[in-house]
């Protein structure tokens, strides 16, 4: 059996199934001569050749029956309904592929613009990052005014705007401090805090800044 061809049908197959649907429904009943194939290019407004293999798709499946100088006979019914629904099923399956093939451009597509979108937040987020805060690391000396106060007492994010993310004690690290923590000399705050701030935060522990 010859194949119908890529989707979307070829001309050829087009006209085959065309014909066939007329037999199964019982336009042209077997035994019937339908058309020669000059007054079938003529109907269907193709070359001879379209109808040639129009007609021998349909010869090949049993269908009709082409013979020189008779012209061309209905042969089966049968055939033709059966011929019809593998046509059924494979457009079907063309249809699903196609529909599948699309879905994964557009998968791709997707997932390329969610790529390139998360790299420029990224980008931004850490350019925002640096233009807005920085970590400092401060060592509370035995004469800052916050040695024995918690950090709810010493109000230092009220006061500084800023969070301290850690404290390094004893070789010990204290990670997301609670507000009742007491401050104790020698400690080492991690602090998160915006550059314009910065003295704001040395000079409530009684430090000086470091250089730039």
């Given at each position: 059996m010859e194949a119908l061809g890529?989707?979307?049908?070829?001309?050829?197959?087009?006209?085959?199934?065309?014909?066939?649907?007329?037999?199964?429904?019982?336009?042209?009943?077997?035994?019937?001569?339908?058309?020669?194939?000059?007054?079938?290019?003529?109907?269907?407004?193709?070359?001879?050749?379209?109808?040639?293999?129009?007609?021998?798709?349909?010869?090949?499946?049993?269908?009709?029956?082409?013979?020189?100088?008779?012209g061309v006979v209905v042969k089966s019914q049968r055939a033709a309904e059966t011929f019809l629904a593998e046509c059924g099923q494979r457009q079907v399956l063309r249809d699903m592929q196609e529909r599948l093939h699309r879905l994964l451009r557009e998968r791709d597509r997707i997932n390329a613009e969610i790529e390139k979108l998360m790299n420029e937040l990224l980008d931004y987020t850490f350019k925002m990052a640096g233009n807005l805060q920085r970590i400092e690391e401060i060592r509370i000396l035995p004469t800052s005014p916050?040695?024995?106060?918690?950090?709810?007492?010493?109000?230092?994010?009220?006061?500084t705007g800023s969070t301290v993310l850690s404290i390094y004690?004893?070789?010990?690290?204290?990670?997301?401090?609670?507000?009742?923590?007491?401050?104790?000399?020698?400690?080492?705050l991690?602090?998160?805090?915006?550059?314009?701030?910065?003295?704001?935060?040395?000079?409530?522990?009684?430090?000086?800044?470091?250089?730039?």
């Open positions: 890529s989707h979307p049908l070829s001309r050829y197959a087009t006209i085959a199934i065309d014909i066939a649907t007329r037999i199964a429904r019982g336009e042209y009943r077997e035994g019937q001569k339908i058309f020669g194939r000059s007054t079938l290019a003529g109907k269907y407004n193709v070359s001879p050749e379209t109808i040639r293999r129009a007609l021998t798709l349909l010869q090949d499946t049993d269908i009709v029956q082409v013979s020189p100088g008779v916050l040695v024995g106060k918690s950090l709810a007492e010493a109000e230092f994010r009220a006061r004690r004893g070789g010990e690290e204290i990670l997301s401090p609670q507000a009742d923590t007491v401050i104790h000399a020698g400690d080492i991690i602090v998160l805090a915006p550059p314009e701030l910065r003295e704001q935060v040395y000079n409530l522990v009684g430090g000086v800044p470091k250089k730039e």
